[in-house]
């Protein structure tokens, strides 16, 4: 299921209805609204994303997001392996849960007379209340108990075996994620020409008669370049997307209204899969990200510099923060276009592996320069072309081609005085830059001044004063 939103308490259709009508772009093949137990809640999902449903054991009406229906205990949550939040009925009131990563999203809130009511997205809250909240991953909830954690992202015994054991074992974890995922012989794929896109489009392809790829960035952008190269060697039907700084412009506000962010790192890599998803809605229902892989690999630069002793728990922390950043992004640029986005790296069976693996096999440490995800490279090392295989890391926008043509329009359109009066937020955030400033006058106009905005992420790295 696509989406979902609901009112604990009866006689609520038409305010229920009126929040479900501001996420039914997340998918309609079959929708439902139902109202019993004091419960009344609107739920849609389509057909990619209702194929392989494992029973609730419930007696009454259940509803959820996800694949598969997880069961509605903490040992069955902590067992499942596939991204869900999902709303269940029973006679004790409503039962929410959300996945240990967050991959699905879900929040919640309670309206002035103190109602319980939540949603897969803040602007369907916002129709009912401003009291705005991220549900926690990894946790579920009754009335009766509150919220309970099921499970916690944690360190990991470190395998004793040596890399090519490892690579062997994680290629096979990886490929069984993505048959997991295949909904149809014919699958979509966003391919930057990175390394991880590409190790995902790499393992899907022969499981599937027909793969579409899909890249889009400026004209002369690398990934525009790596992903022809990848493509061609996957033999997939490709399609490019060639965009200019008035495309950009011109998509922001949606995207921005998807996103529901105006965080500037999390903006700037949003806009180009944004583009992208509406171009992958033109071919399939369903599509790969390759999105967790610099999370559980140690992909980023910065790691280079750490002690390999502290790479572990600086890894479980980036990975506990992609619920409302990279996560959010995935989510929010493909079911804005009603597309299931599918992110094998994010399978718990995965997941768990990969936080078993020696930090000297992630980031490999030949003589002066180390070689980020080295695991992951030496997994897919026959499925990948020397120039993809060893592509050097290179962000969204980087890749993409978008950060100098959105931050030089902010610079131009915004002066000084604008950006030092309205900089400071009503929740004592202050803007980091006049991109960002940029970002929020438009996330201002979606949703209003919002003097509560702890349920949205902000990029690690990013200076917030």
């Not at 309970?148 to 994620?177: C, G, P, V, Y």
């Not at 992903?227 to 008035?246: N, P, R, S, W, Y």
């Not at 910065?302 to 922390?317: H, R």
Request: with cysteine.
């Amino acid at each position: 299921m696509a989406g979902i939103a609901g009112i604990a308490q009866g006689g609520r259709q038409k305010e229920v209805n009126r929040m479900f009508q501001k996420i039914n772009h997340r998918g309609s093949t079959q929708e439902k609204l139902i109202e019993k137990g004091g419960i009344t809640m609107e739920a849609a999902w389509t057909e990619a994303q209702s194929l392989r449903p494992i029973p609730v054991q419930l007696k009454e009406n259940a509803v959820w997001d996800g694949t598969s229906t997880p069961h509605p205990y903490p040992a069955s949550l902590r067992e499942h392996k596939e991204p869900f939040a999902v709303a269940a009925m029973s006679s004790k009131g409503i039962f929410l849960a959300r996945d240990l990563l967050g991959v699905k999203p879900l929040y919640y809130g309670n309206t002035e007379n103190g109602v319980f009511c939540f949603a897969s997205e803040v602007k369907a809250l916002l129709e009912v209340t401003e009291d705005i909240n991220e549900f926690p991953p990894g946790s579920w909830y009754t009335p009766e108990e509150g919220f309970k954690s099921f499970a916690r992202l944690e360190k990991r015994k470190i395998l004793k075996k040596d890399t090519k054991e490892i690579a062997s074992e994680l290629r096979l974890k990886l490929e069984d994620a993505i048959c997991r995922r295949i909904t149809s012989d014919v699958m979509g794929s966003w391919l930057s020409g990175g390394l991880d896109s590409s190790a995902i489009a790499a393992l899907a392809r022969p499981h599937v008669s027909t793969l579409h790829t899909f890249v889009s960035g400026v004209e002369g952008a690398p990934d525009i370049e790596y992903a022809q190269k990848m493509a061609q060697h996957l033999d997939t039907v490709h399609h490019e997307l060639i965009v200019d700084t008035e495309d950009l412009l011109k998509a922001l506000p949606e995207a921005i209204y998807h996103l529901e962010s105006f965080d500037a790192l999390l903006v700037r890599s949003s806009i180009t899969n944004f583009l992208t998803a509406r171009m992958v809605s033109e071919y399939v229902d369903a599509v790969f990200s390759g999105e967790g892989g610099d999370e559980l690999f140690a992909g980023y630069d910065y790691i280079k510099t750490l002690p390999s002793d502290k790479i572990p728990d600086e890894l479980v922390d980036i990975i506990g923060r992609l619920h409302n950043t990279a996560m959010q992004r995935v989510d929010r640029s493909a079911n804005a276009h009603a597309v299931v986005p599918f992110v094998p790296f994010a399978d718990m069976d995965v997941v768990r592996y990969a936080l078993e693996i020696p930090p000297e096999q992630k980031l490999f440490r030949d003589g002066n320069q180390p070689i980020e995800k080295w695991i992951l490279r030496k997994a897919v090392e026959d499925d990948l072309p020397d120039s993809v295989l060893w592509r050097t890391k290179a962000k969204f926008w980087q890749g993409a081609g978008v950060k100098e043509k959105l931050a030089d329009h902010a610079e131009q359109t915004i002066s000084d005085t604008e950006f030092i009066n309205e900089r400071k937020l009503p929740n004592d955030w202050k803007l980091n830059s006049k991109e960002e400033l940029l970002y929020y006058r438009i996330f201002k106009e979606h949703f209003g001044q919002l003097e509560n905005l702890e349920w949205m992420g902000r990029t690690k790295g990013a200076p917030v004063y």
